[in-house]
């Protein structure tokens, strides 16, 4: 099958950039790496932003990435890329009407790429799936009441679960955010996505660490909405153990080096500074040497379309403590593969983690379980098989009847 993968703001080649909603171009990354590994023919459309970008890239992984020139050639936010959505989508129909490869099934990555793909799709007769990864109504509700991005966005959102074909969501709670949004439930389908067991398993190199001291590790941005702070203050119920902080200073650096100095404040402030550890810039590939140094993850996100850092400590034979929202809710069955605890709630967290560190059995139970869970339910093999199970499903339902079969 031909796939096109329409991440207008999130490069395949450059994962985790600014913007990436919860680790959208490593997620299209590694999808069509599988989708490639299981016989599909994929391409990936992204904005072109620099000139010095060459128009057609061939990944490591078999896919190709096509670089659409849609806006100026340079880096821009997330939230000032609406203007250009409409001539990304009439490239992305020229290209599918006139060129030699159509494809079967276009599928959208973020509510942007979405208005893109449905443009170029109606006029080229090619079926959409989307996939939002991150909602306007949630990010509101996250942050108060104060609108995110464009205006308009979430009205955009709910006129695209209308328009196109399907839309894949990847937690529970994004189906019923969706549904109160007004996307029929017959648009929805649920498709958890996958974690990279190649790169994140239990075997392999362990950081460094002090073995007398018990270990607790969380992972996320330099920014507000990630709940790091919240685990900072859940640390002074915790005494005598480590925290290591693994950030990200992505975006606006600035801004990141004032949440970093905030957090160094914080800690100093809960009496927890000799005992937190701010680590910065750790690369993707050693990611799972930390995750595997840790007696316990604490993935602790206000809001968490997906969840990614709570799988990778999973798949590595982690514990994991994470907060009760999107798809670490789904992700971490509570008592059994991890402890669920509310957000914003340090008091509650410390008490997790504290009886968690306490309790060698428990932890050791959840760990295997968590493990079992990742491979049975949130390996890229099983979300690229369902998804293909979709895809076949929108473009048989989209092909016209023949005239031959009509007789």
């Keep these: 099958m031909r796939i096109a993968m329409i991440s207008e703001q999130a490069s395949p080649l450059t994962t985790l950039d600014a913007d990436d909603a919860d680790g959208q171009g490593t997620h299209v990354a590694e999808l069509a790496a599988e989708l490639v590994g299981q016989g599909h023919d994929v391409r990936v459309y992204t904005r072109r932003d620099s000139p010095a970008r060459p128009d057609t890239v061939t990944a490591a992984a078999g896919y190709q990435v096509r670089h659409v020139p849609a806006g100026p050639a340079r880096p821009l936010p997330t939230d000032d890329l609406l203007p250009y959505a409409g001539e990304f989508g009439r490239w992305l129909a020229g290209q599918w009407r006139d060129g030699a490869w159509r494809p079967d099934v276009a599928h959208a990555h973020f509510w942007m790429s979405g208005l893109a793909s449905v443009h170029a799709g109606r006029r080229a007769g090619v079926p959409v799936v989307l996939t939002y990864h991150s909602l306007g109504t949630a990010q509101r509700r996250e942050r108060a009441g104060r609108d995110t991005g464009p205006p308009g966005r979430i009205g955009y959102e709910r006129a695209l679960g209308r328009a196109v074909d399907l839309v894949v969501v990847q937690c529970q709670e994004e189906v019923g955010e969706l549904i109160r949004l007004g996307v029929p439930r017959s648009q929805l389908a649920l498709v958890p996505s996958g974690v990279n067991e190649q790169l994140f398993h239990p075997e392999g190199p362990v950081a460094p660490r002090d073995p007398a001291r018990p270990r607790v590790l969380t992972a996320g941005r330099w920014a507000e909405n990630s709940g790091v702070q919240d685990v900072v203050r859940a640390m002074a119920a915790v005494p005598g153990a480590e925290c290591v902080v693994l950030g990200e200073r992505v975006g606006d650096r600035s801004a990141a080096d004032g949440f970093a100095r905030r957090l160094d404040a914080l800690a100093r402030s809960c009496g927890v500074a000799d005992r937190v550890r701010l680590v910065?810039?750790?690369?993707?590939?050693?990611?799972?040497?930390?995750?595997?140094?840790?007696?316990?993850?604490?993935?602790?996100?206000?809001?968490?379309?997906?969840?990614?850092?709570?799988?990778?400590?999973?798949?590595?034979?982690?514990?994991?403590?994470?907060?009760?929202?999107g798809g670490i809710a789904d992700s971490v069955v509570d008592g059994l593969t991890g402890d669920l605890v509310p957000p914003r709630d340090p008091r509650a967290l410390g008490l997790a983690i504290r009886r968690l560190l306490g309790d060698n059995v428990r932890r050791f139970a959840y760990a295997t379980a968590a493990l079992d869970r990742i491979r049975s339910r949130y390996s890229w093999q099983r979300c690229a098989e369902q998804l293909g199970v979709l895809y076949e499903a929108v473009t048989t339902a989209a092909r016209p009847v023949s005239a031959s079969a009509a007789a």
């Design 280 to 325: 910065d810039a750790v690369p993707r590939e050693e990611l799972a040497a930390w995750y595997r140094s840790a007696d316990v993850l604490v993935a602790a996100p206000r809001h968490a379309p997906f969840g990614l850092t709570a799988l990778e400590g999973m798949a590595c034979g982690v514990p994991v403590i994470g907060t009760n929202v």
